[in-house]
């Protein structure tokens, strides 16, 4: 009978390819089920053999685990050369993207708030 592994929601397409190369490299069969447009269904990796789920999550703590290691470490090399991206980085780069998102958000605070702030008149 097949078992739920690994749910691919907001998972990057390198990571959801190294998970596929790690299963595929240890012998453990697998398909995937896509998601869908209106969120009923989300898309994962099953494994064909519940009788190698035990294995299945191992490997797969192993290899988060490293990978958190791994990205934890690059994050830390990118902030001590200065290139990590911050709110200010972001905004020299694109200001008027940025400075757009923030009108639009503080509209949106305005509008939500404007009937309650209208209340004390």
């Known amino acids: 009978m097949a078992a739920f592994l690994f ?10 390819e190294e998970v596929r190369a790690l299963l595929t490299a240890n012998g453990i069969g697998f398909y995937e089920t896509a998601g869908s447009s209106w ?3 989300s898309a994962a990796i099953w494994l ?16 988060q685990r490293q990978r958190c290691a791994t990205e934890r470490e ?7 050369e200065g290139r990590h991206r911050t709110f200010l980085r972001a ?8 400075t757009f998102y923030l009108a639009v958000i503080a ?3 305005y509008l939500s708030l404007k009937p309650y702030l209208a209340l004390g008149d």
């Open 48 to 63: 064909e053999d519940e009788a190698q789920l035990a294995q299945a999550k191992s490997l797969l703590d192993d290899y």
């Open 74 to 80: 690059r994050y830390q090399q990118l902030e001590s």
């Open 107 to 109: 509209a949106v605070l």
């Open 7 to 16: 749910s691919l929601k907001d998972v990057s397409d390198e990571e959801a």
């Open 91 to 98: 905004w020299r780069e694109e200001p008027v993207r940025i």
């Open 39 to 41: 969120g009923i269904s």
